[in-house]
């Protein structure tokens, strides 16, 4: 089975710019979750995608979306871009229980380097 | 935000040596994930836990969850080379209440040969 695949593995963008990442979960889940992980703040939950809903939200900016495919893919959409949001992004993909809730356990890609310049 | 606190927060050791750490909150989790990620990966999930006081094994790897839901740790017995990377744990609550995992600072294992 593949695993969480990640699109692009690495970025350069300039401030102000927008940018969008893809992650396909693997194959038979239905949930998707985004990280940023910055070497200051660690691993930070961004949001939560269950059958093309938003069910949970960290503490990040407006400028910080996302959205889920009937597919169970998902795209994360970074807007305006500053210096600060330069970090490696992370999806994770986790498998339902009874078809109903995701479970517990959560698989991730392998990243999408972004540096913003 | 948020952040579990894991320690030590880096470990220098011979191989062959056995390996401890651990994580704690002041909040209560209904699982404890424990990862492995390398230089510009992703981590790799170890080992997962789902009930107070639970012991799972894989293969030299061994991570335990609180009887107090508030802790966990993860051992690694007779360490080698491969093992050089960051640990992670992560903090899950159950769904209705948040679900989101939160994840410690990691732990920095160097393994000397």
């Known amino acids: 089975k593949a695993g969480v695949t990640q699109t692009p593995r690495y970025l350069i963008k300039t401030r102000g710019q927008q940018v969008t990442l893809s992650c396909s979960p693997i194959?038979?889940?239905?949930?998707v979750s985004w990280y940023q992980q910055t070497p200051g703040q660690g691993l930070q939950f961004l949001f939560e995608?269950?059958?093309?809903?938003?069910?949970n939200k960290g503490n990040f900016p407006g400028r910080f979306s996302g959205r889920q495919f009937s597919n169970s893919r998902s795209e994360m959409n970074v807007s305006t871009l500053e210096l600060g949001d330069s970090a490696l992004y992370l999806c994770?993909?986790?498998?339902?229980?009874?078809?109903?809730?995701?479970?517990?356990?959560?698989?991730f890609g392998q990243g999408t380097r972004l540096t913003v310049v | 935000g948020q952040q579990l606190n894991q320690s030590p927060q880096s470990m220098f050791i011979q191989e062959g040596e056995d390996v401890s750490m651990n994580c704690t909150s002041s909040s209560i989790f209904n699982t404890w994930l424990w990862y492995k990620q390398d230089p510009g990966e992703g981590p790799v999930l170890l080992i997962a836990l789902y009930k107070a006081g639970e012991l799972t094994s894989n293969g030299r790897l061994t991570a335990q969850f609180g009887i107090t839901r508030k802790d966990s740790f993860l051992n690694i017995s007779a360490s080698i080379p491969s093992d050089v990377g960051i640990y992670f744990c992560a903090g899950r609550r159950a769904y209705n209440q948040g679900g989101k995992l939160i994840f410690g600072q990691g732990t920095e294992l160097s393994v000397k040969p």
């Open positions: 194959s038979g889940h239905r949930s």
């Open positions: 994770a993909s986790s498998p339902t229980r009874g078809g109903a809730l995701p479970n517990t356990e959560a698989f």
């Open positions: 995608y269950f059958s093309e809903t938003q069910r």
